[in-house]
């Protein structure tokens, strides 16, 4: 069975910090891994999609890397601000099963200005 | 539409009532999910059509829980006999087809009183 794992749970840094959050998946074989963000009392907003054959993607001020083999996957954000404060959630797509994706319990980011 | 709609936003029910959630996807999106989050706890999957297929039915927890999704576009899930424990938020996700990105709708709260 498919397990995400995502450290920390919580995470709070000072306005214009770079940072890396972590998500670690027990079975490699996936067609994709996913990140959300999620605000309180919201939906899923997407944020980055990586293929399994790709090793990162970027958009903006974010930067997500896939390692496959060691089934891992960070998400970078360069000069944190504020409106980044949300949670994070990863999300993995695995090969042979129900199409489901598979979340970990993400991780809450707080900015402070 | 632009984006993932789901209907009502918030929904209180007595116990044991019957409540139908409501999700309208993106135009043209072959893909739907429906997942769950209850409070503290990860997103569980319920349920997942792809076009005509027989929909994949291996996360809903009872028989009270069924979907439907008709004409390839809206779904719709029905719990029966409400539980205090079916208490979560309700998500509904499409995508264009399987396996490529999934974009959320905002959700449905459900409260079973």
């Known amino acids: 069975k498919q397990e995400v794992t995502q450290i920390p749970a919580a995470l709070s840094v000072p306005e214009g910090e770079n940072l890396v959050l972590n998500c670690s998946f027990t079975?490699?074989?996936?067609?994709?891994l996913q990140w959300f963000r999620q605000d309180p009392g919201k939906g899923l907003t997407s944020l980055l999609l990586i293929q399994s054959s790709q090793r990162e993607q970027t958009s903006g001020r974010l930067n997500a890397s896939l390692d496959k083999s060691s089934g891992r996957s960070t998400l970078y954000i360069a000069a944190s601000q504020p409106g980044d404060s949300a949670t994070y959630l990863c999300?993995?797509?695995?090969?042979?099963?129900?199409?489901?994706?598979?979340f970990g319990s993400g991780t809450q980011l707080t900015v402070l200005p | 539409g632009a984006g993932v709609s789901q209907s009502p936003s918030n929904k209180v029910t007595e116990k044991g009532k019957d409540v139908e959630l409501r999700c309208d996807p993106i135009?043209?999106?072959?893909?739907l999910y429906w997942y769950r989050q209850s409070l503290g706890q990860g997103l569980e999957f319920l349920i997942y059509f792809q076009g005509n297929s027989a929909p994949d039915k291996s996360g809903l927890p009872s028989d009270r829980f069924s979907a439907e999704r008709t004409g390839g576009s809206v779904s719709t899930l029905t719990i029966q006999r409400t539980q205090q424990e079916d208490s979560a938020v309700y998500l509904c996700?499409?995508?264009?087809?399987?396996?490529?990105?999934?974009?959320f709708g905002q959700g449905t709260r459900l409260t079973v009183v």
């Open positions: 996700a499409s995508s264009i087809r399987v396996n490529t990105e999934a974009f």
């Open positions: 999300a993995v797509n695995l090969r042979g099963s129900a199409r489901q994706l598979t």
């Open positions: 079975d490699s074989a996936i067609y994709n």
């Open positions: 135009s043209g999106h072959t893909a």
